[in-house]
């Protein structure tokens, strides 16, 4: 009988782990298929966009123009070898292209030279930084003022690039591009400013401000994150919950790979991106965090079609589940997120207050005169079950614009997280949040009334944070408008004859009565800069949110550097770009502040690279060396009424300071809208050895909780509810730091060394 028995329960314990192990099997099965399903559309997508009508797939033009060439009669034609040369810098043929532009020198007339002479000029200048900043990279390439190891040692493409402005400026002398360009070519070569001719001299481009910080190093290299790509997002945080944070990056190119580094917990990352099963699933100029079901895995949300015009960038984005595993699933069909819009920007928040996060997309509109049809801004609520529900029109949030930036907070203190728009359309949008617990929310349009609306300007990158401190979210905007190559503006204010409102970052003050006030002039950041990708935190521990901005557009002579602002005691932003060592001249986008070693200092992580492969770049990490001995706090929220990320929490932080009171307010979310630091808030305080409290209120619930007399210098894990914080324990890191070996690039011999 007790065989019988033991043979039963042999049987149905046999039986239970083949179903467990079938179930196992199954759910593998289908989070593989359903990744490929996304797989398999983006790779279709990819081949349709192969195409000469796709502004941005310069390949297939370069392969028809030179098809065309070889036909009879064709091949001495002027206008396709000009064509060929522009192309061929385009993928990333520099030496072809100077040769083509050599040899058309010596065959056309003046005029056709004259208008060649910019193009030509920057084609040398793309030679010289192939060769030097990309072949023979190191920590100093391209980074403005150049000096030390940046300077160029094979100097055959800036050479001959300043002979080409030296000619453009004897007929032009008020052409500030060239000029800008010319004197960074001497840069180039160390020459600068001594050997720049007197008359074409854009004085003091190498000095600092009064403000200085001690310099920061590009060591992505060294640990195998310089990834050579295009533009792109980053991720900065703790996927796989050991507490250590990872990276995530993306590129914009539907055949750009995403990469996940692992954080191996000494000092090193390892490239786990096939084994993640992000493999295939390409493009994403933005990429962005959070835990959309609740599980305590942080999510990814990709996405893509940003810039493309003419449908190209009628592509879909993906939310990438967490398992849990070490792997994600591209569940962006079964949620209900699958739509075919171009877009950078979207926002997670939970603007319910049902305890689940929403997501609200901005679009690319240009309405009828985009052959990609008509693209209205989308309201995704969180159906609590893995699915979403667009209800962006009945939530009066479904505007049409060419929106290029959005984020939300609560800007008014009612609880309610509100939405801020950022187009390039030449209006800005504030929606303010109504306020329905549980159901559809309801957004009024109060751009007019908070003191906003403006319709001339064309305006990207965009967040809400509090610079001041003051409790109250205040608004950066970053001004996009432009009619020449952003070398233009940047020589024009180097020559003291700037564009009035050109390419600035714009500041409005929170009034705390619903209105807001530009206090740009004031804080000292009507500045050029060009903000693409940017994001902000505190790189001193002084409590109050510095910003690091990256620049470009497309055109390859938009060659301005990156810049970093210091925040004085929510007063003034001073630039220290050139102090910091900071300003990359490469195109810079996704962007994120983090404490990459545990020690409480935050480094700097930026996606570089331009449109164009043949504008790919390298990405990097500035490793912040410590401005001071700043003390700071690191928090981990984690809500239980709230979502499980916290995101939308506020957080004040309050302690006395050499006998001062005073307080750093923030809110949990990942930074700007373009690049996403860690979700993991990082305070800095300043020299104060107690804090006195820390405030929470909760995202959705509006509860708040108080923490006192907490030590510094200590990562804490704070559970909504639960009165008593869980010290998180993390070893202090050390970068391993590996040397790289210089590649040498082999010049063409016809274009000599002069």
Same mark, same amino acid.
């Given at each position: 009988m007790m065989n019988k028995r033991k043979i039963r329960v042999a049987v149905i314990s046999l039986?239970?782990?083949?179903?467990?192990?079938?179930?196992?099997?199954?759910?593998?099965?289908y989070n593989k298929s359903a990744s490929q399903e996304m797989v398999g559309i983006l790779s279709d997508l990819n081949k349709r966009n192969y195409t000469v009508a796709n502004p941005f797939n310069p390949e297939v033009k370069y392969a028809y123009v030179d098809s065309v060439l070889k036909l009879p009669n064709v091949g001495q034609s002027t206008y396709f070898l000009s064509e060929k040369a522009a192309l061929a810098l385009k993928v990333g043929k520099e030496e072809e292209a100077v040769k083509i532009y050599e040899d058309l020198v010596k065959q056309t007339d003046f005029m056709s030279i004259d208008a060649m002479m910019p193009n030509m000029g920057i084609a040398y200048m793309r030679l010289g930084e192939r060769s030097n900043c990309m072949l023979n990279h190191n920590g100093s390439s391209c980074v403005f003022p150049i000096k030390d190891g940046g300077v160029h040692l094979i100097q055959t493409g800036s050479k001959k690039a300043i002979g080409v402005y030296e000619s453009i400026l004897k007929s032009h002398p008020d052409d500030y591009e060239s000029k800008w360009l010319l004197n960074v070519a001497f840069m180039t070569l160390g020459g600068y400013p001594k050997d720049v001719p007197p008359e074409f001299l854009l004085p003091g481009l190498d000095k600092d401000t009064a403000l200085k910080v001690k310099p920061f190093t590009d060591i992505a290299a060294s640990l195998g994150l310089n990834i050579n790509?295009? +533009?792109?997002g980053v991720i900065v945080d703790d996927f796989n919950n050991d507490g250590y944070l990872d990276i995530v990056t993306s590129g914009w190119g539907l055949d750009d790979p995403m990469h996940y580094f692992q954080n191996n917990k000494d000092g090193t990352f390892t490239d786990l991106t096939e084994r993640s099963g992000l493999k295939g699933i390409t493009g994403g100029l933005n990429i962005q965090q959070m835990d959309y079901n609740n599980d305590g895995n942080l999510d990814i949300f990709v996405l893509r079609g940003a810039w493309n015009t003419e449908g190209f960038g009628n592509q879909p984005s993906s939310l990438l589940r967490n398992n849990g595993d070490g792997t994600f699933t591209d569940v962006t069909i079964s949620s209900g997120l699958l739509f075919y819009h171009p877009t950078?920007?979207?926002?997670? +928040?939970?603007?319910?207050n049902d305890g689940w996060l929403d997501v609200f997309v901005g679009t690319e509109n240009l309405g009828g005169t985009d052959k990609g049809g008509t693209h209205t801004c989308a309201l995704y609520i969180n159906n609590h079950d893995g699915t979403f529900t667009n209800v962006a029109a009945q939530a009066h949030c479904d505007l049409q614009a060419y929106v290029k930036g959005v984020t939300s907070a609560d800007y008014n203190n009612d609880g309610w997280p509100d939405i801020f728009v950022s187009t390039m359309s030449g209006k800005r949008f504030l929606l303010?949040?109504?306020?329905k617990h549980g159901a559809i929310p309801d957004f009024e349009d109060v751009t007019d009334k908070a003191g906003l609306a403006n319709n001339k300007e064309r305006t990207f990158t965009t967040w809400f944070f509090d610079y001041n401190n003051d409790g109250w979210p205040d608004i950066m905007v970053a001004d996009y408008n432009f009619t020449k190559s952003l070398a233009y503006y940047a020589g024009a204010e180097a020559a003291g004859k700037p564009v009035p409102g050109a390419g600035n970052i714009m500041l409005y003050r929170n009034n705390r009565d619903g209105t807001f006030t530009d206090v740009t002039r004031e804080t000292g950041l009507d500045k050029v800069v060009y903000s693409m990708g940017a994001n902000f935190g505190d790189?001193?521990?002084d409590g109050w949110l510095d910003m690091y901005f990256g620049t470009g557009n497309p055109d390859f002579k938009s060659l301005v550097p990156n810049k970093l602002f210091k925040n004085i005691g929510g007063q003034k932003f001073a630039d220290v770009t050139t102090s910091s060592r900071t300003g990359n001249l490469q195109k810079g986008h996704g962007v994120a502040f983090a404490d990459f070693r545990n020690n409480g200092i935050q480094d700097i992580f930026i996606e570089m690279g331009g449109a164009y492969k043949g504008d790919s770049y390298t990405s990097s990490l500035y490793l912040n060396p410590g401005q001071n001995n700043n003390n700071w706090i690191s928090l981990k929220l984690e809500g239980v009424k709230a979502n499980k990320a916290a995101i939308g929490s506020r957080i004040k932080v309050t302690f006395a300071e050499n006998g001062v009171k005073r307080s750093v307010d923030k809110d949990v979310n990942s930074g700007g809208s373009f690049g996403s630091s860690p979700l993991r808030q990082e305070i800095g305080i300043g020299q104060a050895k107690i804090i006195d409290d820390i405030e929470i209120r909760w995202a959705g619930s509006n509860t708040i909780q108080h923490f006192k007399n907490i030590a510094p210098n200590q990562f804490l894990h704070i559970t909504e509810g639960d009165n008593k914080p869980e010290v998180i324990y993390l070893a202090k890191l050390t970068f391993k730091q590996k040397p790289v070996a210089p590649m040498c690039m082999p010049m063409v011999t016809s274009l000599g060394s002069k």
């Open positions: 039986l239970g782990f083949t179903i467990l192990l079938l179930g196992f099997t199954i759910v593998k099965f790509g295009r +533009a792109g950078q920007a979207a926002v997670w +928040a939970d603007f319910n303010k949040n109504r306020g790189i001193d521990n």
